[in-house]
C-alpha cells in the first residue's frame, strides 16, 4: 500500500479504492477524491465544507491551531507593520512584493482606474439616500459589468489584469460615493496626488469650504496607517465564504464585476464581514460591564439566537493574528483620538469575562478579526453602515487575486457540487379532484 494513497472501503458493498493523499508546501495532507464517485459510486457529505478543500491556491496560508496566516509566504504580522495596502494588494496578485519602479507604475495604472463612468453615478441616484450602503455596493459594482463586457476577452491575461485592476481602483471611489449619496453630499472625484487610503478619506469626508484643519483632521497620518493595517488585514484569507462565492460564479465563465458583486453580496452576511457592524449594535445593546454576564448566559443559550458578534472563527481555534494587531492598534486610535467612547472600555471587558468562560473555552471561540475593526473605525468617525464596506474595499485585493488564479488555470471547471437527497422518493402526479 503505497504512503502517498489513502485507501477508501465501502464496508457495505465490501468494495475498496485507493485515493492519492496530497501534501502541499504547507497544511494538512488532502485526499483527493475526484475519483469517489466512480470508483466506489459514493458521494462525500461536507455542509459548510469544514474539511473540504475546494482548489488548490499558492495565495494566502492560514493556520488555524497556531495563528499562522501568510500572504504568499509573508506573514501578516511583519506586512502589518512595514507595508502599504497597494504593496500587498500587488503581492497578492502577483506572487511578488514590488520592486521601486513596479509600485511606482501599479499606483500609476491605479490611479488611472480610480475615476468612474458619469453614467455610473446615475445608478448611484437609483437609491433611496437612506439605502444601506451594502445594498448600492452590490447593485453599483454589479453594474459596471454593464460598462465592461464585450471588449473583455477572459481568455487574454492583458484584459483579466486590466480588469482586476479596475476592482480594485474603483472600489474606494464607488465606497466613498455611496456614503457620500447617502448623506446628500456630491461625489468627490479621486485625486492622483494622494495614497490610496488618502484618496479614499478625501473622497468620504472633504468639503468645499474645508479647512487645513478640517483635512487634517481626517487625512490625520495616525487615520492613513490605520487604514493602511486595517485593509491589509482584510485583504484575504484563503477560501472564506465571499472568495469561494467569487471563485464559483467566475467558474460559469461570468463577467468578473458580477462575480465580484457575488462576493459583495456573501460578505455582508453578519457570520461574515457583516460583523463588524454587528458588533457594535452587540456593545450598544450590552451598554454596561454590568451586563455582560447575562449576555454571555445568552451567547450560551442554544434556545437563544444571541452569538457573540466577533468572537469564534471556523479556522482559528487559539486566536486570530489579525485580532492580536488590531487590538494593538485599536489603544493607538484611542489614545490619538481621546474620546469619552464607553464601547473600547466594554469591548475590552467582554473579552476579558468571555476568555475566562468555561464555554467560551471549551468551544475555542476568541476575538476574530472583527471584533475591533469596528471600533476603530468608529474612531476614525467611519459610519457604522460602512463598516462592511470598508471590508469590501480591502477583500476586493484577495477577490481579484484569487479570480486572475483560477482564471489562469489551463483546464477550470464549472464548479457544480452534488447533493444528498432527502425528499420524496418518486410518485404520480394526484388530479386535483382527488386531492384531500
Ligand atoms: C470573518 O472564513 C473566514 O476566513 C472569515 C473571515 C475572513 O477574513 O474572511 O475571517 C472574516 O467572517 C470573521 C468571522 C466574523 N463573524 C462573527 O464574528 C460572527 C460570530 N461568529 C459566529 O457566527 C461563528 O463563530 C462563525 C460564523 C465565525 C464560525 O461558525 P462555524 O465555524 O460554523 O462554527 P459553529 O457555528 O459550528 O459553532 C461551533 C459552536 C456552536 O456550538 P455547538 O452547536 O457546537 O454547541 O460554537 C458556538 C456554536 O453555537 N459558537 C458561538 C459563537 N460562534 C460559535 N457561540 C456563541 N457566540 C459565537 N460567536
Partial sequence: MSQDTVSIKNNNTGQEAEFSLLQGTLGTPTVDIGSLNNNLGLFTYDPGFVSTASCKSKITYINGGKGVLLYRGYPIEQLAKQSSFLEVSYLLMNGE????????SFTDEINNHSMLHEALSGSLRGFHYDAHPMAMMVGVVGSLSAFYHGQLDMEDPEHRRISALRMLAKMPTIAAACYRHSVGYPIVYPRFDLEYCENFLNMM?????????DKNNYIDPVTVKALNLLFILHADHEQNASTSTVRLASSTGANPYACIAAGISALWGPAHGGANEAVLKMLAEIGTVENIPKYLAKAKDKNDPFRLMGFGHRVYKNFDPRATITRETCHEVLAHFPSNDPLFELALALEEHALKDEYFIEKKLYPN???YSGIIYRALKIPENMFTVMFVIARTAGWVSHWLEMMAEPNHRISRPRQLYTGYDKRDYLPRESRK
Avoid at 97 to 104: R, V
Avoid at 205 to 213: A, D, G, K, V
Fill in 97 to 104: 512584493l514590488p520592486n521601486e519602479k513596479e509600485l511606482f
Fill in 369 to 371: 478579526v472583527d471584533f
Fill in 205 to 213: 469626508f472633504s468639503r468645499p469650504s474645508e479647512t487645513y484643519i
